[in-house]
């Protein structure tokens, strides 16, 4: 009777456990706990023999039966448990097709680019031809051909690289001129984009920056058309139609010398403290000029039949202009978080 009592505390004591059992782990323990070495059902199976004969068949019976639950019921509970457990893993490693995908950012061309291509765009529908030249350019076609002898004191106005082999990085575009009057002869009419290189490193210069040279070469070329065609295609890029001054300058290439005022994109003129002008109302966009006789020369092009002008304008100005960029650095130090954000407030841009 003692025993029958006992059985009944232990099998009570068991669903107990097993209502409460999360875990595989913790059906592990059960297990021990009960049918284990000293488990307390194998303790109760021991204690069999000590029974009155007449009480052994019927308690160990009980005990058997007992067992047998118990490892019925473990097994169904593993079994719960591991599906759940598998059931769960499976939703959380589901891939949910209908989600909407993360969004991916698109590439774009760098502002720089952007406005080169615009420009050769434009004057390209003004008939003009994309001409190339090297980077590592020879003294000859960065100066001396553009008028520009080794003791002339315009050789300052370029801080220039010379490699060791008095090659150098070319200070500007206007090498290509005459490399094309070379290579075309006249009539003329080409623009060349592309890197330039200087000895400057500020916040207005950067030693690397970008130009676009224009040439028209051909007969009686007058300074109405280049005034025209400098205008149209301002006016074409930045898209309205902006007041333009000439002002006299100089360069060795170019005689007369001229420099290209656009009215301030910004301000036009009436923002005193417009931090694009500075007030002037004026910015400078270009220079330009009609293409001197030597170079021509140079070209071997006869300066008495023919004649041209020249311009280089500079893309990197040109792109923050229209852009709204206030700090060239902003263009070379490879942030593009500064773009994709729509520019910083600070700086007054514009999106592109
Ligand atoms: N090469 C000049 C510079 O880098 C710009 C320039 C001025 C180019 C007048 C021209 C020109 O073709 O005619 O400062």
């Not at 060791?164 to 090498?175: F, N, V, Y």
């Not at 290189?197 to 916040?203: G, P, T």
Request: net charge negative; glycine share 8%; aromatic share 10%.
């Amino acid at each position: 009777m003692q025993d029958l009592l006992n059985i009944k505390a232990v099998r009570d004591s068991f669903i107990e456990s097993l209502n409460n059992a999360k875990t595989l782990q913790e059906l592990d323990e059960i297990r021990v706990k009960f049918t284990g070495k000293k488990g307390d059902l194998t303790l109760l199976l021991r204690s069999l023999g000590k029974l009155p004969p007449e009480e052994r068949k019927e308690t160990g019976q009980e005990l058997n039966k007992l067992r047998d639950e118990i490892e019925y019921s473990l097994t169904q509970a593993g079994k719960k448990i591991r599906d759940f457990e598998n059931e769960k893993q499976e939703i959380n490693e589901r891939i949910d097709v209908t989600l909407p995908e993360r969004g991916r950012l698109s590439g774009a061309f760098h502002p720089v680019l952007q406005t080169m291509h615009e420009i050769a765009d434009i004057m390209q529908g003004l008939g003009y031809s994309v001409a190339t030249g090297p980077e590592k350019e020879e003294d000859f076609y960065n100066f001396e051909c553009l008028n520009v002898p080794s003791w002339h004191p315009a050789r300052d106005m370029q801080d220039t690289f010379y490699f060791a082999d008095g090659t150098l990085l070319r200070t500007h575009t206007s090498p290509v001129q005459v490399r094309a009057m070379l290579e075309y002869g006249a009539p003329l009419r080409i623009i060349c984009p592309g890197k330039v290189y200087r000895r400057d490193n500020d916040v207005t210069h950067s030693p690397m920056f970008n130009q676009m040279e224009g040439l028209l070469v051909d007969k009686n070329v007058s300074f109405s058309i280049m005034k025209g065609t400098m205008t149209e295609m301002l006016n074409a890029f930045f898209g309205k139609s902006l007041k333009s001054r000439f002002r006299a300058s100089y360069f060795p290439f170019t005689e007369p010398s001229m420099e290209l005022d656009i009215e301030c994109v910004e301000c036009s003129g009436n923002d005193p403290h417009c931090r694009v002008c500075h007030g002037t109302g004026w910015l400078e966009v270009a220079g330009m000029g009609m293409v001197h006789p030597n170079v021509i020369r140079a070209g071997k092009i006869d300066p008495d039949k023919y004649n041209g002008f020249a311009f280089g304008i500079g893309l990197d100005r040109m792109a923050m202009l229209k852009y709204g960029i206030g700090d060239l650095r902003l263009l070379f130090d490879g942030n593009i978080s500064y773009f994709l954000s729509g520019f910083d407030s600070k700086e007054g841009g514009k999106k592109c």
